[in-house]
């Protein structure tokens, strides 16, 4: 019976034993988890952070890594107290992180460094331009400038400002400088030839070749490995590189290839009141040799808005060249050697981005360096575009009111419909990468720092004689340039002439004409693709 009660006593039921051993173990794991929790947080202060900081990320061992890469790389760019007076020291500190190829804020750079590039310019930009411009060229790894000014960019005001700068050389256009050019042996072949005794963009064409001729001798002399012509109204988007920069860009590039090519892209702005183009415009149009044939054709009348050509300007591209023997120029566009037909290549993602009309200013800006009539055939002696021609007949001889409407009609994006049509297939681009570095070292105070640093080396009264003095001597220089081969010397045509014709030198091939500025493929007249472009 006592077996039997016992097997008959009533048992807990199973779901309150369950419940109880539920509960048990919720209190351990409420116990323990923040235990774990504290002693995590313990250890990564401890280990110095084990997380991917975006400031880490830039530090001085991965310094190839470059802004354009990640979802927000330049997010520490410009964050800096408001309480501190000092623009050097505040850019040094609030920027090291974000740019890799920084030193100090004079982006002074180390010896080790390769390739070493330089870009060479002709121009006669302010400060405004310019900075902005050189400065982002040396976010994406150009060391060395050699800038040929005059104008504006040759004033001591500006001048000054840019012989602080470590890697800018400047040369004058002083009457020194013509006597030598005037020796060079560009004036003794052919190849140039067709541009010689020309006005405006002719002369302009001449001049740059001639600056390049000398920038090359000055990269030997630097140790440079790579040379770009450029000018200040573009900038290189090293797109295609395994980081933003066209030092990497340029290390993949093989070894057996001298020169690479840059297609352009143009500026397609949205309104006409820009002012800083370089962070306010990200819309380009693609160039004919990144996109398919059907595409760029098929979508041609629509591209060109019913202007002359697919480009407002040129559309053949700018090169970069690898410093060797006989390396001479072939016009602003191409280099060429004089013992060789160089190896070159096309880049397939890479770009020259082209500001060019980006701002309204710049029509009258180009009418006024320039003195030919504004008629259709005059126009043909000073400009080799026809987009350029226009432009400068309407800004002859419109009002301001007229100009505008212009302006908006044949340069300005209003369609926005048409806009996002092209997007979409691939006629138009977005990109966002020069602006926001741009925008970045405008935020970082760089280039008021440099502007204040400069200004500060000279008391004001040693400013003020130096100002007296270049404005004499520049003064003497422009009317030396009047009157040389350039253009309008017409006295010494026939002995330069008689010298084309009777000197020669000893070289391997034909000489290569110069490459001017082209338009890209047009349609024939029945709306017909040419018989021969590059697939």
């Not at 400031?55 to 990640?70: N, Q």
């Not at 060395?144 to 005001?157: D, I, Q, R, Y």
């Amino acid at each position: 019976m006592a077996g039997l009660h016992t097997s008959l006593r009533p048992q807990p039921p199973s779901s309150a034993s369950n419940h109880h051993t539920f509960t048990a173990k919720l209190l351990l794991l409420l116990t323990v988890l923040p235990l774990s929790l504290a002693l995590f947080a313990f250890l990564l202060q401890w280990r110095g952070g084990g997380v991917d900081d975006p400031i880490a990320r830039w530090s001085p061992d991965e310094s190839h890594k470059f802004p354009g890469m990640d979802p927000s790389p330049l997010a520490t760019v410009g964050h800096h107290s408001s309480h501190s007076s000092d623009c050097s020291s505040l850019v040094g500190n609030s920027n090291k992180a974000a740019f890799p190829y920084f030193r100090d804020w004079k982006y002074k750079f180390d010896a080790d460094l390769k390739p070493k590039i330089c870009i060479t310019t002709s121009t006669s930009a302010g400060l405004e331009q310019i900075l902005p411009w050189m400065f982002y060229h040396k976010v994406i790894g150009v060391s060395t400038f050699f800038l040929f000014v005059e104008g504006k960019a040759a004033s001591p005001a500006v001048s000054k400002v840019l012989e602080s700068i470590p890697g800018v050389k400047v040369i004058y256009r002083t009457k020194e400088l013509e006597e030598q050019q005037a020796k060079s042996r560009i004036w003794n072949e052919t190849w140039l030839s067709s541009f010689f005794y020309k006005p405006c963009n002719y002369e302009l064409f001449v001049k740059q070749s001639l600056n390049m001729e000398m920038a090359i001798v000055m990269a030997r002399d630097a140790g440079v490995d790579w040379i770009l012509h450029l000018d200040t109204d573009e900038l290189i988007h090293p797109a295609g590189a395994r980081e933003y920069s066209l030092r990497q860009l340029l290390l993949d590039v093989p070894r057996n290839v001298d020169m690479v090519v840059f297609p352009n892209y143009e500026s397609s702005v949205e309104r006409d009141d820009i002012k800083d183009p370089f962070i306010e415009v990200s819309m380009f149009k693609k160039n004919y040799d990144h996109l398919t044939k059907d595409t760029y054709f098929g979508m041609y009348k629509e591209s060109t808005r019913g202007n002359p050509n697919y480009f407002l300007t040129y559309g053949n591209g700018k090169s970069m060249a690898r410093i060797q023997d006989h390396l001479r120029p072939n016009g602003a566009h191409r280099w060429h050697n004089y013992m060789k037909t160089p190896n070159e290549i096309k880049l397939e993602e890479a770009a020259v981005l082209h500001y060019t009309y980006a701002k309204f200013s710049d029509l009258t800006s180009r009418r006024d360096r320039c003195g030919c009539k504004p008629t259709k055939e005059d126009v043909k002696r000073c400009f080799m575009l026809e987009f350029d021609r226009s432009a400068f007949i309407i800004a002859s001889t419109a009002t301001e009111e007229e100009m505008l409407s212009w302006y908006n009609e044949h340069v300005v994006w209003n369609d926005r419909a048409l806009n996002l049509k092209l997007l979409r297939k691939g006629i138009l681009a977005r990109i966002y990468a020069p602006m926001t570095i741009v925008q970045a070292l405008r935020e970082s105070g760089i280039f008021e720092s440099i502007i204040s640093s400069a200004n500060a080396t000279l008391s004001k009264d040693k400013f003020l004689a130096s100002i007296e003095s270049s404005n004499s001597s520049r003064n003497g220089a422009s009317a030396v340039l009047k009157s040389r081969k350039m253009g309008r010397n017409r006295e010494s045509q026939a002995t330069a002439r008689k010298t084309l014709e009777t000197t020669s030198y000893l070289v391997l091939q034909e000489e290569a004409a110069a490459v001017p500025p082209l338009s890209p493929p047009a349609m024939d007249m029945e709306g017909n693709p040419p018989s021969k472009v590059n697939e």
